[in-house]
Each structure stands twice: as C-alpha cells, then as structure tokens.
Nanobody, 127 residues
Framework: QVQLVESGGGSVQAGGFLRLSCEASGFDYRGYCMGWFRQAPGKEREGVAALYGGGILKYYADSVKGRFTISQDNAKNALYLQMNSLKPEDTAVYYC????????????????????WGQGTQVTVSS
C-alpha cells in the first residue's frame, strides 16, 4: 500500500523557517519524481519543488527559489522541504507527491503527472 505521510507544518512569523518531512512507503520511489505542492484557500494547487534521482535533478518554482530547498534521504525513504525566509504568501496546505514522469523532467505545472499524494500539512506564516 502506497503511503506518503507529511509532517512538520506549523505557524511561524514572517522571516522564520520550517522543515517539512514526507515519509514514503509501499513503492520503490527510485525513478519517480518526488515533489512538494501547496494549496492556499481559494487558489489552485501549485508546484513548489521537485526532485529526481535522489536529488540529481531539482526543480523550484520561481516564488521559492533561494528560500526553499528540497532534498531526499534514501536510507530513510524520506523527502524534505527546508523553508527559510517564510512570507505570509507561503501560507497553504503543503502536499508531498510522487509520480512516474513521462517527460524528460519533473514538472511542477502538470499535477496529473503525480500519482500518489499525502494528506497535507498546514503551514501558516503571519506578518
């Protein structure tokens, strides 16, 4: 049974930091695109960051470049998102996702590329 379980969300003030974790089980994620997405109230879900091959390739949304870092610990079957310099506009529910991409890259735009999703973890940034 495939499971993605996120943790690490919370409430912080602007300028603060959080580290999200995602524990993956039930599938061999090697060869998968592993990504973080977020959805704010009233907005569509959007891609934040993704990686492939244990971190050989990494992709970031322009809005988080230089502030967020995605990484993977293969020994722990875990995916992480280090979020620094948080802004109120980063407030959202953050989801971990995995998918077998048919493209030559891991898309942050085509959510349908991702087959497996976690339940989400809330991140709230106050000004």
């Amino acid at each position: 049974q495939v499971q993605l379980v996120e943790s690490g969300g919370g409430s912080v003030q602007a300028g603060g930091f959080l580290r999200l974790s995602c524990e993956a089980s039930g599938f061999d994620y090697r060869g998968y695109c592993m990504g973080w997405f977020r959805q704010a109230p009233g907005k569509e879900r959007e891609g934040v960051a993704a990686l492939y091959g244990g971190g050989i390739l990494k992709y970031y949304a322009d809005s988080v470049k230089g502030r967020f870092t995605i990484s993977q610990d293969n020994a722990k079957n875990a995916l992480y998102l280090q979020m620094n310099s948080l802004k109120p506009e980063d407030t959202a529910v953050y989801y971990c996702a995995a998918g077998l991409s048919t493209r030559s890259y891991c898309s942050l735009r085509f959510i349908g590329d991702y087959n497996y999703w976690g339940q989400g973890t809330q991140v709230t940034v106050s000004s």
